[in-house]
């Protein structure tokens, strides 16, 4: 008989034959930059998560730091906000700003710069708005420009969230132009419009202030639209593909992993956190377990690099197993 068992029996084998294993080497940790002082306010619905201002954010970067997570992904929060998210651009910028302290006091931090308008915009559209559309070819111009500021300030990766089309071609040759040749484009290639984004939008105050993000989001029913858009970004240089949220995608993580030889990054989204986190506070499950279990599918699926909110937590877990 075929016994599977016998491979189950002893920690060792199971040890041994254990096909994917998590490393904190490949995690990132997002973190929310307000413009301001003395901030340090809690996100409701992401427990754990909070807002901070660059004066106080030594404190997340130590926590960072002790994990051993060796990048972060940063999201700024301007005061001001304007039509055509002028704040994304500026090299005074809060995003530049935080960018240009980390690389200070953690210069040992990879810096990833999210680029997108959203949390610049007034009307809070990841592109330029006229008469209710958004504009693609007219953003493109902006996000090149967030992009070489972020880079000037000192980001190692660019990671475009807009899903404007072209958008990595135009910010590879930007960054080439400005002699930013060895700066990475992480691109969030497959972004879905999920319901998953909704606990990051209180986060990072981007809701859109009409209509909603489908005319340049994908359409969640789409698997194959998925890989060519994985395609498309890899032609136009991107170094690193992203399918985000993760969970519900795991299909199309799988895909791509076939697809390309290009390191896939996952994003494992703010509502996918709400709702472990939720769910343990109330005692139906066991945290750790699960963010092990969900975390390991991931790398499962193909995923090499995963972005979570649960980053700091997971780093001490597997510190504590080593
Ligand atoms: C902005 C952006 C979003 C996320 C990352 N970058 C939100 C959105 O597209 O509405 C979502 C991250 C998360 O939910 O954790 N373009
Ligand atoms: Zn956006």
Redesign the pocket.
Known sequence: MVRMRRLRMKETVRNMVRETTLRKEELVYPIFVAEGEQIKNPVDSMPGIFQWSIDRIDEELERVRAAGVPAVLLFGIPKHKDEVGSEAYRDEGVTQQAIRHIKKTFPELLVIA?V?L?EYTSHGH?GLVHEGEILNDETLELLAKASVSLAKAGADVIAP??MMDGRVEYIRKALDEAGFINTLIMAYSAKFASG??S???DAAH?TPAFGD?RTY?MDPANGREAIRECENDIAEGADIIMIKPALAYLDVVKAASLATNYPIAV?N???EYSMVKAAAQNGWIDERRIVLENLTAMKRAGAKIIITYHALDVAGWLSQEE
């Open positions: 999210d997108c959203c990841c969230s807009d998953y984004y606990p990051f939008r981007s993000r989001q994003y989204v703010s509502g």
